[in-house]
């Protein structure tokens, strides 16, 4: 199963095009969704005004060099390895599912753009990837879903509670897992079964929600996460920053309360 591709297998039976095309209009509905959220949202207005307000109080210009420096720093720090997240298992949950959803997503693409319609086989590479990348996904997604998310970790609510907020976490994983199953049953060869077909479906309707919901759900996250990252980095670096008062320049005394219990209270 690992070194196959699904989609070569499924272009026996659906044109290639058919599936070339859904991925093109699960691009146009995150554009969409995302479009849709920055104007009902007005974070991006937000954003800007604040980053041109807080120019003004820049301490020093900072040249083209310095510029690509620090974007290239927060990109790979900040960005790479979600810094934003501290040390723990929250930082390594979140890299498994987002470094599991880009291999994921990337060898989607690249099998169903230039390995379904022509008569190349496809590099075991390409599959293993997808294949590693969904269980990466579902590992990351499912050990934050069940363990880490907030209203579970510090609200003591019971692990199956499901709110809007979830839609993101639950979506991804259930492409993930959906596309692997389907892609383990159809790669059995089980002739005139229906056990793969149904999975096809579910991975479809998953694939569905999870591009659909953009507008309601967190997706448009990764999109944001790194803009305001670059933004905050930018204004630490010409001295701005971002119109907040400067670090005390006194040591770290909290009392000896804060060693009591970890924080987890948000
Ligand atoms: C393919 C890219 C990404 C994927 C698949 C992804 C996935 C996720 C998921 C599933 C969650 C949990 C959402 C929830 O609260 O229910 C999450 C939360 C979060 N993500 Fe991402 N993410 C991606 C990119 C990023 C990037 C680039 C950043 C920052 C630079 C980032 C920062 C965060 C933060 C700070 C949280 C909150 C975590 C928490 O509440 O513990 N994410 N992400």
Redesign the pocket.
């Known amino acids: 199963m690992f070194t196959i591709n699904p989609f070569a297998v499924l272009s026996e039976t659906i044109p290639s095009i058919f599936l070339q095309s859904f991925v093109i209009v699960m691009i146009g509905l995150i554009v969409v969704g995302t479009v849709m959220d920055m104007i009902h949202k007005k974070n991006v207005k937000y954003f800007f005004n604040n980053a041109k307000k807080a120019k003004k109080s820049a301490t020093r210009e900072l040249g083209t060099g310095e510029r690509v420096s620090v974007i290239a720093k927060t990109v790979v720090y900040?960005?790479?390895t979600?810094?934003?997240?501290g040390a723990g298992k929250?930082?390594v949950?979140?890299l498994l599912?987002?470094?599991?959803?880009?291999l994921f997503?990337v060898a989607s693409v690249v099998m169903i753009f230039f390995y379904t319609s022509t008569s190349l086989t496809t590099p075991s590479l390409w599959p293993i990837l997808w294949h590693v990348g969904a269980i990466m996904?579902v590992l990351?997604?499912a050990w934050?879903?069940f363990f880490?998310?907030?209203d579970v970790y510090s609200e003591a609510q019971p692990w199956y509670r499901i709110i809007q907020?979830?839609?993101?976490?639950?979506a991804?994983?259930a492409t993930s897992l959906f596309g692997l199953i389907w892609s383990y049953l159809q790669s059995l060869n089980l002739d005139g079964r229906w056990d793969d077909k149904v999975f096809l479906v579910f991975y479809i309707v998953s694939n569905l929600v999870l591009f659909g919901g953009v507008y309601w759900?967190?997706?448009a996250?990764?999109?944001y996460?790194?803009g305001?990252?670059i933004q905050k980095n930018l204004a630490e670096a010409d001295g701005s920053r971002d119109n907040l008062p400067p670090e005390a320049d006194a040591p770290e005394q909290f009392g000896m309360g804060i060693k009591r219990e970890a924080p987890k209270h948000?």
Request: no cysteine; aromatic share 18%; glycine share 12%.
């Open positions: 900040d960005i790479g979600t810094s934003e997240l929250r930082r949950a979140h599912g987002m470094y599991g959803t880009v997503w996904t990351g997604g934050f879903w880490l998310r907030v907020a979830d839609l993101f976490v639950l991804l994983i759900s967190k997706f996250h990764m999109f996460k790194p305001a990252a948000y």
